[in-house]
């Protein structure tokens, strides 16, 4: 029986957010969510391209992520239009190791979907969490930053996605005047994700 296929760096399969969230429970890695699926917890329409996962940078913590991208098939995105891309075939040869925050901070093809490990770019840990709320997604417990942390980090130059997204962000920030406390939504316990949502 031959090797099991390497996934592609080049494709950007939906994540799947329940067993991705259940797993990192799991495995005991410590983190809090951001990125755009934070803000579909207060009132936003949208899809998210991918988990955005902002660990502890403590090094067992690093450890169990790195162990949980090796069971998760990882291997870093092949974006060309980032500075300082990887190439298609640094992707493949890319591994864990040494586990440090520098070595795990890649935006990642995963048999469960994409996932994205910032380890500051939307804010360290240790910032996000000062305004965290644990909130149960899936069924287990899990730790948000606060909407502010995604709405007031989006870049001065607007990406596409970011200007497609102008009005759902609009609306997260109208909820947020109403009522702050998070809501799950469907999106959290999907085990297979919908049609593939655009990375750029």
Partial sequence: ????????????????????????????????????????????????????????????????????????EAVPAHVPSWPGSMSVDQCRAWTPEPPTAERLDHLYVTRLGMVDVPSSLTGTYAELTRTASLVQLAGVPVQVCAPEAVLDRLPARPRQKDLDRAAQYAAARRALNRDRTPRAVPWFSEVRGGAPADLE
């Fill in 1 to 72: 029986m031959g090797a099991p296929r390497m996934l592609d760096p080049r494709s950007r399969p939906v994540p799947q957010p329940a067993p991705l969230l259940r797993a990192l429970h799991e495995h005991r890695v410590d983190w809090v969510l951001s990125g755009s699926a934070v803000l579909l917890l207060h009132g936003a329409d949208l899809r998210p391209n991918d988990l955005d996962v902002v660990p502890s940078l403590e090094p067992a913590n690093l450890r169990r992520l790195a162990d949980l991208l090796l069971r998760w």
